[in-house]
């Protein structure tokens, strides 16, 4: 049984008002890989939003950019964990990133993030920046991953920006389904339990769920999605999210926009946050910042 609103509200405040992001383990937080880092605001139709700057060593006009989207339930506002990514993006691509800090919910509530992530890929790809807005990126961890798909599909279905690259890490794709009856064996828990609270605080219409941008994996949504922008897809066998993530991949890999799907083995949720060693992130990072280096730079 779903929390009522008021309770599930008070809580996501509540968390909210919790200090920090977990620390990020020194072996996966890459101090190596610098970048140098400016503040800016990006405007929106659902107001302004904070962003960071992440500017390589010797950032190109010719070069495209990377807009990233930090994950936390649809309710976390910690962009600083997505820190080791960024710069590592960054350096090693040779590409400018952008950490978007988006309104979360009860603040805004479902579809309001999601204009807000196709909003900052209009400004991206808008002229003025030190970048080539013709080739823009967007991709997130966890609900960050599910607002870039769904950036993603309103750029299909509005005719543009242009998306040169999606990059999809562990997404919730399918709110259609209780986070309750995702639980299985061999699967973590904690999502299980938490992700009654996150649904109601995000989007309290059940019946809205069912949205094609908030469930693009779910049985309801059979469009067609050719011509969307290509995607990497990334899942983790722990994880309750895991086949939402395989079943969207395989629906984009029908419409000719798969390039990989990543389907790690013994690892869960947010394991470029906690839990998982060098050998399994360093990788998964590398493929995202080969695929951006050779689609964007």
Same mark, same amino acid.
């Given at each position: 049984? &779903? /929390?009522?609103?008021?309770?599930?509200?008070?809580?996501?405040?509540?968390? !909210?008002?919790?200090?920090?992001?977990?620390?990020?383990?020194?072996?996966?937080?890459?101090?190596?890989?610098? #970048?140098?880092?400016?503040?800016?605001?990006? *405007?929106?139709?659902?107001?302004?939003?904070? #962003?960071?700057?992440?500017?390589?060593e010797n950032p190109a006009a010719d070069n495209g950019v990377y807009?990233?989207?930090?994950?936390?339930?649809?309710?976390?506002?910690h962009p600083e964990q997505d820190d080791p990514i960024c710069r +590592?993006?960054?350096?090693?691509?040779?590409?400018?990133?952008?950490?978007?800090?988006?309104? &979360?919910?009860? !603040? *805004? @509530?479902?579809?309001? /993030?999601?204009?807000?992530?196709?909003? =900052?890929?209009?400004?991206?790809?808008?002229?003025?920046?030190?970048?080539?807005?013709?080739?823009?990126?967007?991709?997130? !961890?966890?609900?960050?991953?599910?607002? =870039?798909?769904?950036?993603?599909?309103?750029?299909?279905? @509005?005719?543009?920006?242009?998306?040169?690259?999606?990059?999809?890490?562990? /997404?919730?794709?399918?709110?259609?389904?209780?986070?309750?009856?995702?639980?299985?064996?061999?699967?973590?828990? +904690?999502?299980?339990?938490?992700? &009654?609270?996150?649904?109601?605080?995000?989007?309290?219409?059940?019946?809205?769920?069912?949205?094609?941008?908030?469930?693009?994996?779910?049985?309801?949504?059979?469009?067609?999605?050719?011509?969307?922008? &290509?995607?990497?897809?990334?899942?983790?066998?722990? $994880?309750?999210?895991?086949?939402?993530?395989?079943?969207?991949?395989?629906?984009?890999?029908?419409?000719?926009?798969?390039?990989?799907?990543? $389907?790690?083995?013994?690892?869960?949720?947010?394991?470029?946050?906690?839990?998982? *060693?060098?050998?399994?992130?360093?990788?998964?990072?590398?493929?995202?910042?080969?695929?951006?280096?050779?689609?964007?730079?």
């Amino acid at each position: 049984m &779903p /929390p009522a609103l008021w309770l599930a509200d008070g809580l996501a405040r509540l968390a !909210q008002r919790a200090p920090g992001s977990a620390r990020i383990a020194p072996e996966i937080a890459f101090a190596e890989a610098t #970048a140098r880092t400016v503040e800016t605001t990006i *405007s929106t139709l659902v107001g302004p939003v904070p #962003a960071t700057v992440y500017l390589p060593e010797n950032p190109a006009a010719d070069n495209g950019v990377y807009l990233n989207l930090h994950g936390g339930g649809f309710v976390f506002r910690h962009p600083e964990q997505d820190d080791p990514i960024c710069r +590592f993006i960054a350096a090693r691509a040779g590409v400018t990133v952008v950490n978007i800090d988006y309104e &979360p919910a009860p !603040q *805004s @509530r479902f579809p309001g /993030p999601v204009e807000q992530a196709y909003d =900052a890929v209009r400004w991206a790809a808008a002229p003025g920046h030190a970048w080539d807005g013709g080739r823009v990126a967007i991709g997130g !961890q966890s609900a960050g991953g599910a607002l =870039a798909a769904g950036a993603a599909r309103l750029a299909l279905e @509005r005719g543009g920006p242009a998306i040169s690259l999606q990059v999809l890490m562990y /997404p919730a794709l399918d709110l259609s389904v209780s986070a309750g009856s995702k639980r299985a064996k061999d699967k973590e828990a +904690f999502l299980a339990r938490m992700g &009654p609270v996150f649904d109601s605080v995000y989007c309290p219409d059940r019946d809205l769920r069912k949205d094609r941008l908030i469930s693009p994996a779910a049985a309801s949504d059979t469009v067609c999605l050719t011509g969307i922008a &290509p995607a990497l897809i990334v899942t983790a066998q722990r $994880d309750i999210l895991r086949d939402e993530g395989a079943r969207y991949a395989a629906r984009l890999s029908h419409a000719g926009a798969l390039i990989e799907h990543i $389907d790690l083995y013994g690892v869960g949720h947010g394991f470029t946050v906690r839990g998982a *060693s060098r050998a399994v992130v360093e990788p998964v990072y590398t493929r995202i910042a080969d695929l951006a280096r050779d689609l964007l730079a």
